[in-house]
DNA sequence: TCTGTATCGGACCGTTAGGTCCAATAGAGA
DNA sequence: TCTCTATTGGACCTAACGGTCCGATACAGA
């Protein structure tokens, strides 16, 4: 839905949308952004990164700010597509909750640079693209909205509320920053273990 | 410690340093940085903001860069200062978990530009200024570590390790994303549910 | 009233930004 | 071999950037 679905065996021929040259500009691009920053990034500096003058670059993409728009966008979009997915199975509250989990720490841990280029750099986009953006945004808290929700109205969790699903949120982006796709811990014994804390807290002896 | 501590009541003149003007020039740029972003935020537009031409205003401040930096760190260092008191504090460890989070949910609802330039431009910084800036952030990191630290070898917290306190960090942090001065619950009244969860998690029949 | 300092506005500097244009090239199909 | 299209590099455009300079102004102390 979001981008080119992928396989589709292409030709030598790179008339068609989502060339190599392209995916390399957007990998290349989602890099620098996420290390310099959107604004402190020049099209040149792109350019020169990924082998190509201002003139070739351009001959790729539209613009910058497209540019950023697809990148922030792309593994959202993954995101709820699989959200949207997991809640019209009939699996229950819990196993819900913990696969959105298991996704979401996979997904950020495998495209570090797109997410962080997402969570600090996608208030730059303006218009249309701005809107869209904050559309899928409020989606995917929709989802672990309904989620709680669901977990509360069930009996099963109290605090299904705005503020658990703050909570909860906080907790999974906070790790674009220090997840280490290298590290002992999977990113699924990592969201495991998030899960624990959220579901039973970290006190040994609960006096409730 | 970090600025001007504040009252020494102040003559007419303003030729100490921490006088209005830069005071005014410290809020409108955490401001406009917050909303528009650092690197897209020129001086020209500040200085128009807060009423000043280009040369005035440089008469107040060294550059941008220091304007960043003085903004980044304000805040961060008053919860260092206040972290490292707490820790020399007699209280308890579940205390010192609570009073470090309402302490923190409070300092950031009354400064949320200021958070978010720190959180978000912090690493437009460079050399010295940006090595400080990465020093006081590991430096508050290490403050809740020892507080779980503290409750683990206490055997009142199991996940007493790092991964414990980024869930910690994480659902405070980004806060500053959604938090409203005046919204219904107070910044304390967020923090003792958000301690709640952390401490006994969101499940109502705990099954260990 | 005079003097010196703090404050100010804005012209100016060199640099770089995003984006356009176009002539040159490469390479596949006929 | 010829032709046509996809691709390329880089000169070029206008606008804006951060920062400097300096003459004008405001004003306190004497």
Redesign the pocket.
Known sequence: MSTDPAPAPRS?S??RKG?R?KQRILRTAADLFARQGYHA?????LGDAV??????L???IT???QLLYEISIEHVQEMVDFGEELLSSPLGVEERFRRMSRKLMRVIADNRDEWTVYFREADSLSGERRERVVELRSRFEDLWRQILDEGETAGLFHHGDSLAVKAVLGMHNYSYLWIDPEGDLSPEEIADRFCDILLHGIMTAPQR
Chains 1, 2 share one sequence.
């Open positions: 030598h790179r008339t060339s040259t990034t020049g099209l040149s500096e082998g190509l003058g201002r003139g070739a351009y001959h790729h613009n910058k700010e």
